[in-house]
Antibody, heavy 122, light 108 residues
Framework: QVQLQESGPGLVKPSQTLSLTCTVS??????????WSWIRQHPGKALEWIGY???????YYSPSLKSRVTISVETSKNQFSLKLSSVTAADTAVYYC??????????????WGQGTLVTVSS | EIVLTQSPATLSLSPGERATLSCRAS??????LAWYQQKPGQAPRLLIY???NRATGIPGRFSGSGSGTDFTLTISSLEPEDFAVYYC??????????FGQGTKLEIK
């Protein structure tokens, strides 16, 4: 059973960089056909897709966040990471990592981490 | 950007009743739409992918239908554990993966 676990600071100061890591267990991050994803959810609001990374390092980001987002992968540790720069209070949210299964044009987020709340405040 | 509009925002029903949730896309997404269930304090859980395929372990009372711009998630007979928020997500212009704003299914 694949499990994902987010980790990182729960409090970040405005203008700084938010950094989170997702550790994958029960499966290899280097397995083909999977895209390792970050999604966030503002308090009481809907889900917002942030971006994906493939084990090879290929990345895809939401156009609205692209200028501030970097997603990277460390296959030796079975981890992938999110960095979001120049944060403001509007970036306060629960951040989820997830595994997207893709087969042809069929894609879905099959496994999710439990989520971690990141608050941006001085 | 493809916009997904879910309706109603809140649906109040009793256990045993049938629930019908709608998701409308601003342009065709073919059948590349997924549904997720989220309970308070939990991560979302995949229910349906490709509009009508149930994910592994999902009870048969959950079904999805639709194509193009109009989609429906139906819960045939509500169980107490089904009261949650439901989100649709389009996969048509992958890798972009926009979500709808959610429908809250609450106990009447």
């Amino acid at each position: 059973q694949v499990q994902l676990q987010e980790s990182g600071p729960g409090l970040v100061k405005p203008s700084q960089t938010l950094s989170l890591t997702c550790t994958v267990s029960g499966g290899s991050i280097s397995s083909g056909g999977y895209y390792w994803s970050w999604i966030r959810q503002h308090p009481g609001k809907a889900l917002e897709w942030i971006g994906y990374i493939y084990y090879s390092g290929s990345t895809y980001y939401s156009p609205s966040l692209k200028s501030r987002v970097t997603i990277s992968v460390e296959t030796s540790k079975n981890q992938f990471s999110l960095k979001l720069s120049s944060v403001t209070a509007a970036d306060t949210a629960v951040y989820y990592c997830a595994r997207e299964n893709c087969s042809g044009l069929t894609c879905y987020l099959g496994y999710w981490g439990q989520g971690t709340l990141v608050t941006v405040s001085s | 950007e493809i916009v997904l509009t879910q309706s109603p925002a809140t649906l109040s029903l009793s256990p045993g009743e049938r629930a019908t949730l709608s998701c409308r896309a601003s342009q065709s997404v073919s059948r590349y739409l997924a549904w997720y269930q989220q309970k308070p304090g939990q991560a979302p859980r995949l229910l349906i992918y490709d509009a009508s395929n149930r994910a592994t372990g999902i009870p048969g009372r959950f079904s999805g239908s639709g194509s193009g711009t109009d989609f429906t998630l139906t819960i045939s007979s509500l169980e107490p554990e089904d009261f949650a928020v439901y989100y649709c997500q389009q996969r048509s212009n992958w890798p972009s993966g926009t979500f709808g704003q959610g429908t809250k299914l609450e106990i009447k």
